[in-house]
T-cell receptor, first 109, second 114 residues
Framework: RKEVEQDPGPFNVPEGATVAFNCTYS??????FFWYRQDCRKEPKLLMS???SGNEDGRFTAQLNRASQYISLLIRDSKLSDSATYLC??????????FGSGTQLTVLP | NAGVTQTPKFRVLKTGQSMTLLCAQD?????MYWYRQDPGMGLRLIHY???????AKGEVPDGYNVSRLKKQNFLLGLESAAPSQTSVYFC?????????????FGQGTRLTVV
């Protein structure tokens, strides 16, 4: 079993739609949680950290459920520029990042 | 604003050849990482370092060696390249001082082993 599992995707949604990505992790000792975004053939970049209380950044909302070892990302009012691969990431005590395989999102005009 | 710089950006190797990938960061970060990314596999950790002079194995270390002689540099070596090492390699660094510390990535090295 992979340490971080994500929805396989791809997700193709129209502009303005709301889309949700889910992720589960297997290591209960994981300490930090993130969503990274990766554009085609580019390096990953931090989208947002994920906190137990849930957090929001504009159109993006992230949730963490430690008991279920579940992380989610909600994107509201999708834009064409949101098209990318979204990577669920967890971190351990040595700060090494473990990545999910990623979920590809395409926002259609 | 250099951030994390990887060299080279592209390389084609013949099976059995050796090479070194260089990662340099100018943010005074303690932690540095080497990942490889293959289609459908996500990024997998090869080796990492929590400070100058230290290295540790990640998820897929076989066939690779690393060195961190200077804080700003993290080198990844392939002693005898194999076609299975064809991949995109990403270096990353982070300060590691807080739990939710952001990791910054280089632009990647696209390596093909023929």
């Amino acid at each position: 079993r992979k340490e971080v599992e994500q929805d396989p995707g791809p997700f193709n949604v129209p502009e303005g739609a709301t889309v949700a990505f889910n992720c589960t992790y297997s290591n209960s000792a994981s300490q930090s949680f993130f969503w990274y975004r990766q554009d085609c053939r580019k390096e990953p970049k931090l989208l947002m950290s994920v906190y137990s209380s849930g957090n929001e950044d504009g159109r993006f909302t992230a949730q963490l459920n430690r008991a279920s070892q579940y992380i989610s990302l909600l994107i509201r009012d999708s834009k064409l520029s949101d098209s990318a691969t979204y990577l669920c990431v967890v971190s351990g005590s040595a700060r090494q990042l473990t990545f999910g395989s990623g979920t590809q999102l395409t926002v259609l005009p | 604003n250099a951030g994390v710089t990887q060299t080279p950006k592209f390389r084609v190797l013949k099976t059995g050849q050796s090479m070194t990938l260089l990662c340099a960061q100018d943010m005074n970060h303690e932690y540095m990482y080497w990942y490889r990314q293959d289609p459908g596999m996500g990024l997998r950790l090869i080796h990492y370092s929590v400070g100058e002079g230290t290295t540790a194995k990640g998820e897929v270390p076989d066939g690779y060696n690393v060195s961190r002689l200077k804080k700003q540099n993290f080198l990844l070596g392939l002693e005898s390249a194999a076609p299975s090492q064809t991949s995109v390699y990403f270096c990353a660094s982070s300060s590691g001082t807080q739990l939710n510390t952001e990791a910054f990535f280089g632009q990647g090295t696209r390596l093909t082993v023929v």
